[in-house]
T-cell receptor, first 107, second 115 residues
Framework: GQNIDQPTEMTATEGAIVQINCTYQ??????LFWYQQHAGEAPTFLSY????GLEEKGRFSSFLSRSKGYSYLLLKELQMKDSASYLC????????FGAGTTVTVRA | EPEVTQTPSHQVTQMGQEVILRCVPI?????FYWYRQILGQKVEFLVS????????KSEIFDDQFSVERPDGSNFTLKIRSTKLEDSAMYFC?????????????FGPGTRLTVT
């Protein structure tokens, strides 16, 4: 079975940093993806990790520890447009998604 | 930039009716997927499709659902007899390959409302 947990909501201030944690227990693992989803829209790809460690992509970074079944997405220099839901997804030749973390950025 | 397209953007149907949701994946992609998201819930995998056959399907994808690639560009999801609980956003996705090195690109979705 697939069990992917992430916090439901987070609030942060414009310009700050927010870290969204994701823990997973899945029957298969072929990489971990992070997607952003604005309300009523499709998920858009942000980052992925296959091996342990940190991947940096502009203002977004993602970390993976396969032994701990743990990942996080780090959003730096938050902007108002970053207010969205952030989805952690395990790839096992299909994507199994967590419920998403709604991030609200306040001025 | 190439993108996945879906039609219609919104479909309203009565319970028991058949619906066909259409998708045009990115042209050089080989793997195709359908996901659904019930309002307020997580995105759920329905089915994956490669080389003109289903690769994997979830428990949700029962006999009421079918997929087809009728020509070289379209990829369709058919629900034979819709139920109220089929109301959801349906996303089509495609990727070059199925492994983790290749992201899945999502279409904008079709909002299905069953009344």
């Amino acid at each position: 079975g697939q069990n992917i947990d992430q916090p439901t909501e987070m609030t942060a201030t414009e310009g700050a940093i927010v870290q969204i944690n994701c823990t997973y227990q899945t029957s298969g693992f072929n990489g971990l993806f992070w997607y952003q989803q604005h309300a009523g829209e499709a998920p858009t790809f942000l980052s992925y990790n296959v091996l342990d460690g940190l991947e940096e992509k502009g203002r977004f970074s993602s970390f993976l520890s396969r032994s701990k079944g743990y990942s996080y997405l780090l959003l730096k220099e938050l902007q108002m447009k970053d207010s969205a839901s952030y989805l952690c997804a395990v790839n096992d030749y299909k994507l199994s998604f967590g419920a998403g973390t709604t991030v609200t950025v306040r001025a | 930039e190439p993108e996945v397209t879906q039609t219609p953007s919104h479909q309203v149907t009565q319970m028991g009716q058949e619906v066909i949701l259409r998708c045009v994946p990115i042209s050089n992609h080989l793997y195709f997927y359908w996901y659904r998201q019930i309002l307020g819930q997580k995105v759920e995998f329905l089915v994956s499709f490669y080389n003109n056959e289903i690769s994997e399907k979830s428990e949700i994808f029962d006999d009421q659902f079918s997929v087809e690639r009728p020509d070289g560009s379209n990829f369709t999801l058919k629900i034979r007899s819709t139920k109220l609980e089929d109301s959801a956003m349906y996303f089509c996705a495609s990727s070059e390959r199925e492994d983790s090195l290749f992201e899945q690109y999502f279409g904008p979705g079709t909002r299905l409302t069953v009344t």
